[in-house]
Nanobody, 124 residues
Framework: VQLVESGGGLVQAGASLRLSCTVSGGTLPMYTMAWFRQAAGKGHEFVASMSPSGGDTHYDDAVAGRFTISRDVAESLVFLQMNNLKPEDTAVYHC??????????????????WGQGTQVTVTS
């Protein structure tokens, strides 16, 4: 499975961005998909995930209500819509896939495949 993220950028606080993750070598209904982020000098932080069926999602408290994970199965794309961005959202955002059960997949070491990441920088 290959994952490629895009859509990052430099924005001001309060702005929106939509990240995309292109998935190849596998089909979305096979995997739990998630977004993680890594700020400078820190470890991977869970952001959001979606079940293989697409019917369930989970968000970290820090982004709940501002970020939305979604997907387009036909195009093999996973999205992260980020609204009302804050400076503390600044990080490299990675998408990951795993066969680990959705309801327990919250840690980076549970994920099998990763993209290279896309930088999101939010200025105040």
């Amino acid at each position: 499975v290959q994952l490629v993220e895009s859509g990052g950028g430099l924005v001001q606080a309060g702005a929106s961005l939509r990240l995309s993750c292109t998935v190849s070598g596998g089909t979305l209904p096979m995997y739990t998909m998630a977004w993680f982020r890594q700020a400078a000098g820190k470890g991977h932080e869970f952001v959001a995930s979606m079940s293989p069926s697409g019917g369930d999602t989970h968000y970290d408290d820090a982004v709940a209500g501002r970020f939305t994970i979604s997907r387009d199965v036909a195009e093999s794309l996973v999205f992260l819509q980020m609204n009302n961005l804050k400076p503390e959202d600044t990080a490299v955002y990675h998408c990951g896939s795993t066969s680990f059960p959705f309801n327990r997949a919250r840690f980076a070491d549970q994920f099998d495949y990763w993209g290279q990441g896309t930088q999101v920088t939010v200025t105040s």
